[in-house]
């Protein structure tokens, strides 16, 4: 995969690609990843990259024609052109799948107030936020979705069974993890996991799964695949947690009896 990257700022990405799993990939030819920066199609001899937002208000747009000319200059015939800004769909695991087929990328990262729209209408094929909320520009956005996208690309993680299992991939939230010690600081590891049986563990991962899925992104169970086994599972699920919130509220009445009960005497 061929990735450009335009930005007015290229010395920020100098630390995050050059460690661990992108600079390998890149160091076996996996992926070939290009910083340009916006300035050097500028035409003036100032090197303007912005001007005033027409219509007034606060900040600078950039320049239609330094980012189009920086664009068509890096796209080739190939290039999926990329805006990152907070406007753009919400980056989710399914767009990484999606980009990770392509043979080629062009990230183009915003600044200041934004692009001048007709860039958007000539140039980008594709708008992508990776959330809500607002950064200073889209360098940052532009490193998450690289990422992301490049660890999809066959043979850059060395064990693809981990990708099957991991948070996301399955629309679930990855079971929780443990490595020795078998007890830390009072607290042991589920005892499942220390038997060996292969089958009960792989139900207790599902379940923990659903578990954690349930309890901290719910919305996700929407649009998960879940077998039956797994509806089965979240019942159970379910049904626990409905006993034990009964049970804190019949423990927590108890102690309200009791502090009543201290209590009146001294009002007396
Ligand atoms: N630029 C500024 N904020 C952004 C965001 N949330 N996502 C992508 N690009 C951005």
Same mark, same amino acid.
């Given at each position: 995969m061929l990735i450009d990257i335009l930005t007015?700022?290229?010395?920020?990405? &100098?630390?995050p690609f050059n460690e661990s799993i992108i600079k390998r990939a890149i160091e076996r030819g996996l992926v070939t990843i290009r910083i340009h920066n %916006?300035?050097?199609?500028?035409?003036d001899r100032h090197r303007t990259v912005d001007d005033y937002p027409y219509g007034g208000g606060a900040g600078m747009v950039l320049k239609p024609d330094v980012l189009v000319a920086a664009i068509e200059a890096v796209r080739g015939d190939d290039g999926y052109v990329i805006l990152l800004t907070p406007q753009g769909r919400v980056f989710t695991q399914q767009i990484a799948r999606e980009l990770a087929q392509k043979p080629h990328l062009v990230l183009v990262c915003g600044h200041y &107030?934004? +692009?001048? &729209?007709r860039v958007c209408q000539l140039a980008v094929d594709d708008e992508i936020s990776i959330g809500d909320y607002v950064l200073t520009g889209g360098e940052l956005a532009a490193m998450v979705v690289v990422d992301a996208t490049v660890r999809? %690309?066959?043979? +850059?993680?060395?064990?693809?069974a981990s990708l099957q299992e991991e948070s996301h991939s399955s629309g679930l939230l990855e079971y929780p993890h443990y490595t020795r010690p078998a007890e830390f600081r009072g607290l042991r590891v589920p005892e499942v996991l220390l038997s060996g049986h292969h089958a009960e563990i792989a139900r207790w991962r599902r379940r923990e799964s659903l578990r954690r899925t349930l309890e901290?992104?719910?919305?996700l169970l929407e649009k998960a695949p879940l077998t039956a086994e797994d509806r089965k599972l979240l019942e159970e699920i379910r049904a626990e947690k409905a006993q034990a919130a009964k049970q804190e509220r019949q423990a927590a009445a108890q102690v309200d009896a009791g502090t009543q009960d201290t209590a009146q005497p001294q009002d007396a």
């Open positions: 007015l700022f290229p010395g920020m990405f &100098e630390g %916006i300035r050097d199609w500028a035409t &107030e934004g +692009v001048d &729209e999809l %690309i066959p043979g +850059v993680l060395g064990d693809q901290r992104r719910p919305d």
